[in-house]
């Protein structure tokens, strides 16, 4: 079992950042890549970023070139820096963790006003 805390979600006004973090725990030997995804309402949910063990990252076209994912392994954390917000990454972002299936925390709001 893995279990993922996020934070750092919040409220900001357009082309301003923030930073999530998501803090692992439980079985985190077994976790093969951890990533961010979001879900605005009435849409399905959808990947935001993604990063490997061996530290490959993938992100969504909408959000290259603005959002850096990152991880620290001695803290068992994975980042999301968001810059230059926009007010359609208005969202609630999940956190990935993946093993033999997938881990979800519970979600962190992102609300960005224009």
């Known amino acids: 079992q893995v279990q993922l805390v996020e934070s750092g979600g919040g409220w900001v006004q357009a082309g301003g950042s923030l930073r999530l973090s998501c803090a692992a725990s439980?079985?985190?030997?077994?976790?093969?890549?951890m990533g961010w995804y979001r879900q605005a309402p009435g849409k399905q949910r959808e990947l935001v970023a993604t990063?490997?063990?061996?530290?490959?990252?993938n992100y969504a076209d909408s959000v290259k070139g603005r959002f850096t994912i990152s991880r620290d392994n001695a803290k068992n954390t994975v980042y999301l820096q968001m810059n230059s917000l926009k007010p359609e990454d208005t969202a609630v972002y999940y956190c990935?963790?993946?093993?033999?299936?997938?881990?979800w925390g519970q979600g962190t709001q992102v609300t960005v006003s224009s």
């Open positions: 990935n963790a993946l093993t033999y299936r997938a881990f």
């Open positions: 990063i490997t063990s061996g530290g490959n990252t």
């Open positions: 439980g079985n985190i030997f077994s976790i093969n890549a």
